[in-house]
């Protein structure tokens, strides 16, 4: 049984590479956010389950190999006709920073349901993670937020990386609301420096995000800033840990080995709710995940990105 459930979406990223004549060439890689962390964990050794719906087509297919190559449990996976797999064109500016285009949706991973859930995943189970690409439709909102509240009532602790994606949704539409509700379903909450600039933005700044996001279950929530120092808040403390300097050529699937390094040690020593605040003062963990998050900047794509655990390793040593 897998430690780790990843929920939302997988998807193909075609990253832009520039050739010395003529236009650009797309190239094919495995991704999207909840399908990266579940990677990540699978590389470094860790349980994880991919969970979700996939399209019957090509791409559909290419993602469950990558999946299965990486060592990830599939067997929670749905796959339907009624949607392609959705895809994402990621250009590069030179420092690796991305913009993306989504062909989505539709999509088959919007097409899941609380209905589609199998009951066993939930067993003996560490952590449960999603992000804010599976709230960018109603159905699939509520289908996330369900998720989550099985996971909590099967004694998991709930994992919400914020992972805001503006072009996933609909135009004109406020994410806040959907955001504010799986945010207060999260133990630990994970946010980049503009996204917390997002959540603050009509809140009066970022004391006023926190003292909101204590009032659900948050009990931890870490924020990145790419070359900057990760900062980390609990109730009663907070504090920062600095990141490796490293030579980033793609930050497409920064995060998300992040995240994937913080949940293996957490889902390895069954953290809980509790543990969350103890958990964070202790620096080598906070380290570790960052040195996930460098090491998948050295290189391109998202699934084929992740670490593994000497590879992680070596980086710490070397850098003690």
């Avoid at 503006?166 to 503009?194: G, N």
């Avoid at 995000?209 to 990145?224: E, H, K, P, S």
Wanted: contains cysteine; hydrophobic residues 50%.
């Amino acid at each position: 049984m897998p430690d780790i459930v990843c929920f939302g979406e997988a998807l193909i990223d075609f990253h832009a590479e520039t050739l010395a004549e003529g236009p650009p060439r797309f190239v094919q890689y495995a991704g999207g956010a909840p399908a990266n962390v579940a990677v990540a964990v699978a590389r470094l050794g860790g349980r994880a389950a991919y969970v979700g719906m996939l399209g019957r087509d090509m791409f559909a297919d290419f993602l469950l190999r990558e999946f299965e190559e990486a060592g990830v449990d599939t067997h929670y996976i749905v796959r339907t006709g009624e949607a392609n797999t959705g895809l994402a064109f990621v250009a590069l500016d030179e420092d690796g920073e991305r913009r993306f285009s989504f062909y989505r949706p539709p999509a088959a991973d919007l097409l899941f349901r609380p209905a589609h859930f199998d009951v066993a995943c939930f067993d003996s189970l560490a952590v449960f993670h999603a992000c804010s690409n599976s709230l960018t439709e109603a159905a699939i909102a509520d289908t996330t937020l369900d998720g989550m509240q099985r996971a909590r009532r099967a004694g998991a602790l709930v994992s919400f990386d914020m992972n805001l994606r503006p072009a996933l949704w609909p135009q004109d539409a406020d994410a806040r609301p959907r955001v504010w509700a799986a945010l207060h379903e999260a133990d630990l909450v994970k946010l980049c420096r503009e996204e917390l600039a997002f959540l603050a933005e009509p809140s009066g700044g970022e004391e006023a995000v926190l003292n909101r996001l204590w009032q659900g279950a948050t009990r931890l929530v870490v924020v990145t800033d790419g070359a900057a120092p990760i900062r980390w808040f609990t109730r009663e403390r907070q504090g920062s840990t600095e990141i490796y300097n490293v030579r980033a050529i793609n930050t497409n699937a920064a995060g998300d080995a992040f995240v994937g390094g913080l949940l293996l040690q957490l889902a390895e020593r069954r953290v809980g709710t509790d543990g969350l605040a103890a958990f964070a003062t202790d620096d080598t963990r906070l380290r570790f995940a960052a040195a996930c998050g460098a090491l998948a900047v050295t290189r391109h794509g998202a699934f084929s990105a992740m670490p593994m655990l000497d590879e992680v390793r070596a980086l710490m040593a070397s850098n003690a």
